[in-house]
């Protein structure tokens, strides 16, 4: 879900206002993400969140071909912080690639993303390197409900996942 300037830059041609369903996509443990364009510092960033855990991205708009594949890029080493598999790296970056964009309408993860750009503006006064942002931005305290913290909620999702019998082949 798209947030207004980042809608206007990476919206389908053809693509009219008109709501798209998000698809359930099975066997991805995160739900769907809203992000935002943000220009900090001269740079143009893409502020990503999970409508879920919160789980925060963060990554360079440019180029704008590539905005996809960056958004996977930055989610997989976030994911990676956090000790998940590999797979569930893989799993979780293809949806990213696959899922439609639409438009963001929902007003809390819009609010979510503003505040979200004012930490991340404060993270890069501090450090240049985004993952290390991205990191800090997962230690702050922005969700809704417990846990509060995206990283802490991040833990406790994988822990399940890790707990589940592992799928079996045909």
């Known amino acids: 879900m798209c947030a207004q300037a980042l809608w ?12 798209v369903k998000l698809p359930a996509f099975q066997g991805v443990a ?6 935002t364009l943000a220009r900090i510092d001269g740079r143009d960033l893409v502020i990503g969140l999970d409508a879920a855990t919160y789980l925060t991205v963060v990554f360079p708009f440019e180029p704008q071909g590539q905005f996809r594949r960056s958004f996977a890029e930055a989610l997989e080493a976030a994911l990676a912080d956090f000790g998940a598999p590999e797979r569930t790296g893989v799993i979780e970056s293809m949806v990213v690639e696959t899922a439609p964009l639409v438009r963001l309408t929902d007003p809390r993860l819009a609010s979510r993303l503003k505040d979200l750009k004012f930490f991340c503006d404060l993270e890069l006064s501090y450090h240049a390197d985004l993952r290390t ?16 913290v995206p990283a802490d909620a991040v ?4 822990t399940r996942l890790a707990d589940l019998p ?5």
């Open 166 to 170: 592992a799928p079996r082949a045909h």
């Open 8 to 19: 206007r830059a990476v919206r389908p041609p053809g693509r009219s206002r008109a709501a």
């Open 133 to 148: 942002v991205q990191r800090n931005l997962n230690d702050l305290p922005h969700g809704d409900g417990e846990p509060f």
């Open 30 to 35: 995160f739900d769907h993400w809203a992000a």
């Open 155 to 158: 833990t406790q999702l994988l």
